[in-house]
């Protein structure tokens, strides 16, 4: 009897199934366990002071446990500075500096306390000629030298490179000069010879869209607008919606390429920002007088469980971003999921 009842309890667990959000982790975020850092100097948002540090170059601060929250797992995680640590690997061909061994570890630790967490490392160079093309190799270089065992690997590369925002009305020529420059990374990423680098991109929901009508561009003997090319091009893709209520988000995962990416079988995630923005309509950051409410973590979460309602069934909600303001805990809102 009592076996039984351990049974189904377990039984129960596994049958409810992961959620697979994404998640960014810049290289600072806000920190409570900084002296003197509380609730006025995190709603001052003061990202350049003492109150941010590091997210993830300490034991304590690699707060895997944000992605297990119960119903609300997090399966990849974008982390960025990978740039200087492993480019010096490459260019000494020594992947022994205590740099290299803090990426180890983050790694290692995150593939093993996080069921199928894939970490992607992030470059947002967001220049027109996309140098993060010419960074992929460091994440390659790392993977097939670096890392001892594929628990230490990178699963993939994350470019947010937003320049496209600016020329994405312009002639044909310079559109198509960005797409070839975009799809280097994947032929970068085609290099690692220990296992498959996955790509993933990081998109404005309104680049595809000139003057308000859709504006459809032929490359690689495709015509379509420049969000469905760019989903071509990489194995997932998130829209950056700018909304915190539907059907704004809805909609303008739709323009973002929502149906292609399913026609195509790919990923797609739906980014919402938690950071502090210009406008409070397109951040959940903490807000009592915005002229739309809903400006915490519980809102958020019912924004994501109303995706299939608005017909977005399958995107994946991805936040922005890692302790800016996700899993602060420094405000009531915004409980913490760490320590
Ligand atoms: C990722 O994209 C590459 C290039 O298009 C493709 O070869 C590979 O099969 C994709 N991987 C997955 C897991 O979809
Ligand atoms: C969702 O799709 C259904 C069926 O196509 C349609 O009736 C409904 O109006 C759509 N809802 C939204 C919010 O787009």
Known sequence: ??????QNRCERRVLTPRQKYAMYVWTDGFDRDVSGCGLTEFLAWDSRGPCFTHTWNTAEKRA?????L?????????VSDVHQNLKRAKDTADCSSADINTV?????????????????????????????RNLVQYIVHYNDNCASNPNERF????????????????????????????????????????????????????????????????????????????????????????????PRISDRMRSGGYDHAMAAGKSIFTTVYTNPTSLC???????????????????????FDE???????????????FRGIYSTGVHADWPSLYS
């Not at 119960?70 to 974008?78: D, H, K, L, N, T």
């Not at 309104?206 to 015509?223: L, Y």
């Open 1 to 6: 009897m009592a076996g039984g009842v351990i």
């Open 155 to 246: 699963d993939g590369v994350a470019v947010n490179n937003e320049a496209y925002a600016g020329i994405k009305c312009n002639s044909d020529a310079e559109r198509t000069q960005y797409l070839d420059a975009l799809a280097e990374i994947a032929v970068e990423a085609e290099k690692q010879t220990n296992g498959h680098l996955l790509t993933h991109y990081s998109m404005g929901w309104h680049w595809g869209i000139c003057d308000g009508a859709p504006s459809a561009i032929t490359w690689r003997g495709n015509t379509y607008n420049a969000n469905h090319h760019m989903i071509d091009i990489f194995n997932s893709t998130d829209v950056q919606v700018g909304y915190i209520i539907h």
């Open 281 to 303: 309509q397109t951040t959940f950051f903490p807000n009592g007088t915005c002229f739309i409410q809903g400006h915490s973590e519980a809102a958020m979460f019912e924004r």
């Open 307 to 321: 995706f299939s309602i608005n017909n977005i069934t399958h995107a994946r909600p991805c936040i922005h971003y």
């Open 70 to 78: 119960p119903g609300r797992e997090v399966s990849a995680i974008f």
């Open 104 to 132: 180890r570890q983050m790694l290692s630790e995150g593939h093993s306390q996080v069921p199928n967490l894939k970490i992607y490392g992030l470059y947002a160079t967001s220049d027109l000629p996309v140098s993060e």
């Open 64 to 68: 895997w446990n944000t992605c297990n």
